[in-house]
């Protein structure tokens, strides 16, 4: 079965950055691209971006534009999330999820709290 | 890219049915037949719902069924239970390999 487990909690100065993992397994991973989602606290969700895992080419939002970097492990099944140059608004759940053929996210990652505080 | 407009609340007593709103604009929802919906218990991760905008994922109830019209896509659920309260969001494609989620809207059920 697809499974998608993320790595542990994070606390981050400001400032910093943080890299978040996202291993999958249950299907190729190279066949399907993996999209990053975060929610702040008591907020909604936010599409951060993806990576074609084939490939490795990305695309992010602009709200991200120039801190996000989103890689992958072909070798690992494992897709990466780097934010750089946090701040307390980048507090929050972030999320893996396996995109599926028509612009859908069809499976997710358990979420990774990352805590960004002085 | 703005968030989807959606309403913030919605309640209904079990039996009921409801329907969540979710308003993009000619760039998003109303270019594309590309919207999907998501369920979200309090700190769990978001499951998926429907996609395409009105097709259910295997093991999903038939009692949650989607539409579109124009700009503004919506979520119906039919014969409300107390396991579907929960937040839901929608998303669109928005072009340019991209995705815009809406504000979420928190379902009670009474």
């Known amino acids: 079965q697809v499974q998608l487990v993320q790595s542990g909690a994070e606390v981050k100065k400001p400032g910093a950055s943080v890299r978040v993992s996202c291993k999958a397994s249950?299907?190729?991973?190279?066949?399907?691209?993996m999209h990053w989602v975060r929610q702040a606290p008591g907020q909604r969700l936010e599409w951060m971006g993806w990576i074609n895992a084939g490939i490795g080419s990305t695309k992010h939002s602009q709200k991200f534009q120039g801190r996000v970097t989103i890689t992958r492990d072909t070798s690992a099944s494992t897709a990466y999330m780097e934010l750089s140059s946090l701040t307390s608004e980048d507090t929050g759940v972030y999320y893996c999820?396996?995109?599926?053929?028509?612009?859908?996210?069809?499976?997710w990652g358990q979420g990774t709290l990352v805590t960004v505080s002085s | 890219q703005s968030a989807l407009t959606q309403p913030a609340s919605v309640s209904g007593s079990p039996g009921q049915s409801i329907t969540i709103s979710c308003t993009g604009t000619s760039s998003d929802v109303g270019s594309y037949n590309l919207v999907s919906w998501y369920q979200q218990y309090p700190g769990k991760a978001p499951k998926l719902m429907i996609y395409?905008?009105?097709k259910r994922p295997s093991g999903v109830s038939n009692r949650f069924s989607g539409s579109k019209s124009g700009n503004t896509a919506s979520l119906t659920i039919s014969g409300l239970q107390t396991e579907d309260e929960a937040d839901y969001y929608c998303?669109?494609?928005?072009?340019?390999?991209?995705?815009?989620f809406g504000g979420g809207t928190k379902l009670t059920v009474l």
């Open positions: 249950g299907y190729t991973f190279t066949n399907y691209p």
């Open positions: 395409e905008g009105s």
């Open positions: 999820a396996r995109y599926s053929s028509t612009w859908y996210l069809d499976y």
């Open positions: 998303c669109s494609y928005a072009g340019s390999s991209t995705l815009v």
